[in-house]
């Protein structure tokens, strides 16, 4: 049994991941900002935890991690908002990391984006650019730590059911349902070999543990 922390806790994959480890005997805290989530977060089996990240320090969310096993990253500001989205899902991703680490929570898994990459490709003046690069910097940070990483990159997510099968490092856009999306985080936090890996995948026919265990290594 592990005492999960899940950041972003109404997501969409977050919401997919709860039950799954709740099923097997896991603690989850999943936090959000949106007190009128809370009976949704209550339903997936997990402890909802009413915190605004975005205005957190590293002190406050120190305390937040504390006591905790693992820390999940599964949050973003959802696009549109230049400022917003660096304020997310880069510096409180990095505070988050930070913080983990003043708690003395040494595993972390981030669920970043398949193109999370220096070669990106996505030009300044793309909307898209200001994600891309806020989850490139929060990627470097987590894989500069002393923490027990893990960056998790799914392509395209569909909201289509999940197969459990992957492919690691797929051509094109690498679409795969949130349900796997979720199924990967699961078995990352129960799978050392994933440790210090950056693993980027999509829907595929390999099953997900087989697929992780044969991964090549890649930061």
Do not use: C
Not at 125 to 136: E, G, N, S, T, V
Request: net charge negative; charged share 25%; glycine share 10%.
């Amino acid at each position: 049994m592990s005492r999960v922390l899940v950041f972003g806790g109404h997501g969409k994959v977050a919401m997919l991941l709860a039950p799954l480890l709740v099923s097997r005997g896991d603690e989850v805290t999943a936090v959000i900002r949106n007190p009128d989530h809370v009976r949704d977060v209550e339903s997936t089996g997990a402890t909802p935890r009413v915190a605004d990240i975005e205005t957190l320090d590293i002190d406050a969310l120190a305390d937040l991690v504390s006591g905790h096993d693992v820390v999940v990253w599964s949050a973003g500001a959802g696009g549109g908002d230049a400022a917003r989205t660096y304020a997310v899902d880069r510096d409180a991703a990095i505070r988050s990391m930070d913080a983990a680490a003043r708690a003395g929570v040494a595993r972390y898994v981030m669920v970043s984006w398949l193109g999370s990459a220096p070669d990106h490709g996505v030009p300044q003046d793309d909307p898209f650019f200001p994600y891309a690069d806020a989850k490139l910097a929060a990627d470097d940070h987590l894989r500069g730590t002393e923490l027990s990483w893990t960056v998790l990159g799914p392509g395209a997510l569909l909201d289509d059911p999940g197969t459990g099968r992957i492919e690691i490092d797929p051509q094109g856009r690498g679409a795969v349902p949130r349900a796997d999306v979720a199924a990967a985080v699961a078995t990352a936090l129960v799978e050392p070999a994933t440790i210090g890996r950056t693993l980027r995948f999509g829907g595929g026919d390999q099953p997900i543990p087989e697929a992780f265990a044969a991964a090549p290594d890649a930061r």
